[in-house]
């Protein structure tokens, strides 16, 4: 009997933790970005403002600067649409540019990357970039940019 008992505990415990690693894996593969509505302007705009703010730099740091809006419009401390977040004042300092800017392929790719993967440079905690120390806290550097949280 106590054979028996031992195995059903086992198989429990088995299927608990599948369960929980199954919860795990999903929450690690979901896309936040997927709350938020991405317009074609939203699209053409972000590609803009990475043209802009980090032309030049690595591809992760054309995303990186994606992932900082959309953090942004996740964050209850900032706007809540793409294109709000880009034109509140002192926040961009290109936003007066974006209309007449042509972004290339690479700055498509990399906004079309993000939004449809989610955020894979920095975490969802990360709402600042700047070309110094500025900011926040936690700074990561890449490439010419700070990145930090709040």
Avoid at 38 to 47: G, K, Q, W
Avoid at 56 to 64: I, L, V
Avoid at 82 to 97: G, H, L, M, N
Wanted: glycine share 6%; net charge negative; with cysteine.
């Amino acid at each position: 009997m106590k054979g028996i008992k031992t195995s059903i505990c086992l198989l429990m415990m088995c299927a608990l933790l599948s369960t929980l690693f199954t919860n795990i894996a999903k929450a690690e593969t979901t896309n936040p970005y997927e709350a938020i509505s991405v317009s074609e302007d939203d699209i053409n705009l972000l590609a803009a403002l990475v043209f802009c703010e980090a032309r030049g730099e690595s591809e992760d740091g054309q995303k990186a600067v994606v992932e900082i809006v959309l953090n942004r419009v996740l964050d209850s401390d900032f706007k809540n649409s793409v294109y709000d977040v880009i034109y509140e004042k002192r926040q961009f300092s290109t936003a007066s540019k974006l209309k007449g800017t042509t972004p290339n392929k690479e700055n498509y790719e990399a906004v079309n990357y993000v939004i449809e993967n989610g955020p894979t440079i920095l975490s969802t905690n990360y709402v600042y970039f700047s070309v110094g120390k500025s900011n926040g806290h936690n700074f990561t550097k890449l490439g010419g940019h700070w990145f930090s949280t709040k």
